[in-house]
């Protein structure tokens, strides 16, 4: 089974060089998922800048867009406001056209077999995933997950994939509410209301 997947950030005055460190781990997974279980179809990064200027030149985009081009699109939208996160993502969400989505801090490097692991509990009919949350490390989330089954009460979007499907349904992250954290503990909720339930990956 093979989808396609946008992948989100919000940046906020990041360095460049961190930036450039997390797509580079993106463009690695993404290449060791077309030599192994080819998960992705298509994947699409997005970049949805809430600093008070834009981080990247016209210039800078359209080579990021060169180099990462056999592995991903690059999409880079400057918002003129410091959104805070629930907004921007929703913002971004609401042009996405792929079957997931993926929340990540602009500052996360993802592990080469990355995507093989994370799509595991939504490719299994009897999982009923919801959402997806990956582990933190050096230093793992404190918080609680089922050894046995991997399940949890609720997800961080430090690092996390849904479907586009759930998004729309919950009309995104309620950014009247949240304007930074707990946005994504309330989507968390929103999802296993659906009946929906959220899984960690610890490895």
């Not at 918002?79 to 997931?100: P, V, W």
């Not at 729309?168 to 707990?182: A, Q, S």
Request: glycine share 4%.
């Amino acid at each position: 089974m093979s989808v396609s997947l946008q992948i989100q950030s919000v940046i906020y005055h990041n360095q460049k060089e961190s930036l450039l460190r997390a797509l580079t781990s993106l463009a690695n997974a993404v290449r060791v998922n077309q030599q192994t279980t080819q998960e992705l179809e298509e994947v699409t990064v997005c970049y949805g800048d809430a600093s008070s200027s834009e981080t990247f030149t016209p210039a800078e985009i359209n080579q990021i867009r060169e180099n990462f081009l056999p592995y991903f699109t690059f999409n880079y939208r400057f918002f003129g406001e410091n959104t805070g996160t629930a907004k921007g993502h929703n913002l971004m969400g609401a042009d996405c056209t792929s079957d997931y989505m993926m929340i990540m801090n602009p500052d996360v490097v993802v592990c080469p077999n990355f995507f093989g692991k994370m799509f595991i509990p939504f490719f299994d009919p009897n999982a009923e995933a919801g959402m997806v949350e990956a582990r933190q490390a050096p230093i793992e989330h404190p918080k609680e997950y089922n050894k046995v089954t991997f399940e949890t009460e609720w997800a961080t979007t430090a690092c996390a994939i849904f479907s586009t499907e759930i998004f729309r349904k919950l009309n995104g992250f309620d950014h009247e509410t949240f304007f930074l954290y707990c946005d994504d503990l309330d989507f968390s909720w929103r999802i296993r209301m659906e009946g929906k339930k959220i899984y960690y990956r610890p490895d």
